[in-house]
């Protein structure tokens, strides 16, 4: 995902085909580490591609994708299933969080 971010900042910024060493430059700049094997897959999927058009063809797979009343159905299906449990771990949570056991209070 780093390297990513770091493509599309340079293509932001006017670089409309950043190179191996351009990405390194922007990720080295902050501090984080260059994943080489992950950098060349990414450079390999952007051979022959714009940003744009790469984005483009992301979002034609995510309009396929169905995320709707099926995704909630199971949710709400999970959530009746464990919901003495979830009280429980509440009351256990409470617990847990009281200032009693440190000796002071928030605003003390």
Same mark, same amino acid.
């Given at each position: 995902?780093k390297h990513l971010a770091a493509? %599309? ?31 060349? $897959? %990414?450079?390999?999927?952007m051979e022959g591609k714009t ?25 709400? $299906? ?8 979830a009280a429980e771990e509440e009351?256990? &949570? ?5 200032? &009693? ?8």
């Amino acid at each position: 995902m780093k390297h990513l971010a770091a493509y %599309l900042l340079l293509v932001a910024g006017g670089n409309a085909t950043p190179s191996n060493d351009d990405i390194k430059q922007v990720l080295s700049s902050v501090g984080v580490e260059v994943d080489e094997s992950r950098l060349s $897959a %990414l450079l390999k999927a952007m051979e022959g591609k714009t940003a744009a058009e790469a984005i483009a063809e992301g979002s034609s797979k995510l309009a396929s994708v169905s995320a709707g009343p099926v995704a909630a159905a199971s949710a709400g $299906a999970a959530a009746g299933a464990s919901g003495e449990a979830a009280a429980e771990e509440e009351k256990a &949570e409470e617990k847990e969080e009281s200032d &009693e056991d440190m000796g002071f209070g928030l605003f003390d």
